[in-house]
């Protein structure tokens, strides 16, 4: 794997910190997202995996510290161009967050009728080769995501992510709720979509699975920073007690991990 | 022999004898989409019969530039498509993920004409009016049945949110409905005054406030305050419960989501309005008293005087035997709503209009059959 290791450096933190009110979550946190990778991000509970997520995209204000995307930092950003950096990056929510008055093809619409003016005709089409590329089923395109189990829900808001043709994918825990046949049919497309569209993924999981099939790269969170962010073996030979648990626990025999691999 | 038929920034067509070769050339991303997707029509028009697409000058590509490509491709008159030529090694992953074309499917719910609309629009709403009475009839029966049961069994009555449900129905609403039963009664005698003042019969405003706020407005005000105070909350309360599946969890549980979460409701409102509507008796009248005293000179020794000689102890009665069965219809309608929200947040929105629409609607309707009866048994 290590062939696309690159240095092109897409997102940048540096000395990161956020709290919420007294608690702090991550302190002088440094991380690097290189493009063309997918990079992992695990935790345990309460690290603040999804938080990191969230202050990289920008719902969360961090306290103090450096946000770059592409070169460019979150906070010397004006209105405008924070709102036209969103149009680069996608995200899909731990449960689809997907538009419940909408049905589904319209949700893959949304953003395009936000930022473009197509004609219908075509922003249907987009819509439905993104559904195809999710591998969403077609004849449920029409159908409210109520109506929808929670892996078609995946799918659905995966194509969504994927409206705006972005470069930097962000997923959080996109498996999580799925059956083990689910998520690594998600966990396969997830792959091989990012490959062939060379996309630059921020995946936030506890699914050793996904961690093994999909990632290039996995940083670990805790003591409120990254403890090791390098590709598998390295974070497994890594020495810390937390690590040391997560990857050579049962469950991680069981997803095929190997000692001392 | 070659001549370019259409040549801008996108897309050169080139004719030669009896083939067009169509050179693709630019950004193909989904920031030229649209300028792209309007050369469409003039590419098919230009490009003929069995055109060939050179896929070699193009700069950047993404799936939205490859949806557009296989649109090109499709709309050409061409057996099977238009062949791509000459496709970049860097390209083609991407124009093999969206090669296939899907097939046509709908994006949006499915429609009728218009003309049909309203008889469609009709015909639900008449027959979803009588199967939601049916409903709520059931759904009382089966509230009354839990009910009586309580009442033999009163261990299972819940004192703890009932007391917590009185605080809120009740005690946090006196404010506005002392407000709004004040106000009430000051203008009736405002305007009761000036018109009665025609005939000299100014003092008869006191007759018709003790009348007309003690046995209907004061208690119709309250009870209409209350369906869309607490009425609605009763919905919006239970719907987002049911939403995130907390009355499943409750059932599994082998809770009785009537017993936790309608009884106590409907106990609590069932004392509040009663004395919810005392207090606006009482209010009420002492605006009236005050507006009497201000525009009519009246004292409010005088006034109290003469009010009890006037209004009997019965038109209070007839006030206030209503407020139980108003506070049933109202706690019924905003907890079977409640539990009836299903799917998503719209629902509950669309749930919780209706339950203050119906409970006010159902309000008025028992207040004016009631109305009659008083009328015929002579009260």
């Not at chain 1, 987009?126 to 004849?139: E, R, W």
């Not at chain 2, 693709?24 to 019969?49: E, F, H, Y």
């Not at chain 2, 860097?90 to 124009?95: A, D, G, V």
């Amino acid at each position: 794997m290590a062939d696309h290791l690159t240095d092109d450096i897409v997102v940048k933190v540096r000395g990161l910190k956020t709290a919420f009110g007294p608690h702090v979550v991550h302190d002088g946190l440094d991380m690097d997202l290189r493009r063309g990778e997918i990079q992992g991000i695990v935790g345990g509970s309460g690290t603040g995996k999804s938080v990191l997520l969230k202050a990289i995209i920008g719902l969360i204000k961090p306290v103090s510290g450096r946000i770059e995307i592409g070169g460019k930092s979150r906070s010397d950003m004006t209105d405008e161009e924070d709102r036209l950096s969103r149009r680069d990056w996608g995200v899909l929510f731990q449960d689809g967050a997907l538009f419940s008055s909408l049905t589904v093809a319209q949700n893959v619409q949304v953003p395009l009728r936000e930022h473009f003016h197509m004609p219908q005709d075509l922003m249907d089409d987009l819509a439905i080769s993104k559904l195809t590329m999710a591998g969403f089923p077609l004849d449920a395109a029409a159908k409210f995501p109520s109506d929808l189990s929670g892996g078609m829900r995946k799918r659905a808001s995966l194509a969504r992510a994927l409206a705006l043709d972005p470069q930097l994918l962000f997923l959080d825990e996109p498996t999580a709720g799925l059956d083990p046949i689910g998520a690594a049919a998600f966990d396969g497309l997830v792959h091989e979509l990012c490959k062939s569209l060379g996309l630059t993924v921020f995946l936030v999981t506890h699914d050793l699975d996904t961690l093994v099939r999909v990632c290039d790269r996995i940083a670990v969170l805790g003591d409120q920073k990254i403890l090791i962010n390098a590709p598998l073996e390295e974070v497994m030979a890594f020495d810390h007690p937390w690590v040391q648990e997560y990857f050579h626990g049962p469950r991680a025999r069981a997803a095929g991990i190997k000692e001392n691999g | 022999m070659s001549d370019f038929l259409l040549d801008n920034a996108f897309v050169k067509v080139e004719r030669c004898e009896n083939s067009a070769t169509v050179h693709l050339a630019g950004d193909w991303i989904i920031d030229n989409a649209v300028a792209i997707d309007s050369l469409m029509a003039s590419v098919k028009l230009a490009a003929g019969d069995n055109p060939m697409f050179d896929c070699s000058a193009i700069g950047a590509l993404d799936t939205t530039g490859a949806v557009l490509i296989r649109r090109f491709s499709d709309g050409c008159e061409h057996s099977d498509g238009a062949p791509l030529v000459n496709i970049q090694a860097r390209h083609t992953k991407l124009l093999e993920v969206i090669s296939c074309s899907p097939p046509p499917v709908s994006t949006e719910p499915d429609q009728i004409a218009w003309y049909l609309l309203p008889l469609l629009q009709a015909g639900t709403a008449t027959v979803g009016a009588f199967r939601s009475g049916g409903r709520l009839l059931g759904f009382l029966g089966l509230v009354l049945m839990r009910l009586m049961g309580a009442l033999f069994d009163l261990g299972r009555v819940r004192l703890v949110p009932v007391v917590h449900q009185m605080e809120v129905i009740g005690l946090q609403s006196m404010g506005i409905v002392g407000l709004i039963s004040f106000l009430i009664g000051a203008v009736m005698v405002n305007q009761g005054a000036i018109q009665l003042a025609k005939f000299g019969a100014d003092i008869f405003v006191i007759d018709m406030l003790g009348i007309g706020h003690l046995r209907e407005l004061g208690i119709l005000l309250t009870a209409i305050i209350i369906a869309g105070r607490s009425g609605s909350a009763f919905t919006a309360q239970i719907g987002s419960m049911v939403l995130h599946e907390e009355v499943d969890a409750m059932k599994t549980l082998g809770m009785d989501p009537i017993d936790v979460l309608v009884l106590p409701r409907l106990m609590a409102i069932t004392i509040c309005l009663p004395l919810l509507a005392f207090y606006a008796d009482v209010v009420g009248v002492a605006g009236g008293a005050l507006m009497a005293w201000i525009q009519l000179d009246i004292t409010p020794a005088n006034f109290l005087i003469y009010f009890r000689e006037v209004i009997t102890i019965d038109h209070y009665w007839v006030g206030i035997i209503k407020a139980p069965f108003f506070a049933a219809v109202i706690a019924t309608t905003g907890c079977y709503n409640g539990l009836r929200v299903q799917g998503s947040a719209d629902d509950l929105g669309a749930r919780t209009t209706r339950s203050v629409v119906q409970s006010i609607f159902l309000v008025i309707v028992l207040d004016a059959l009631f109305a009659i009866f008083f009328t015929s048994v002579g009260l």
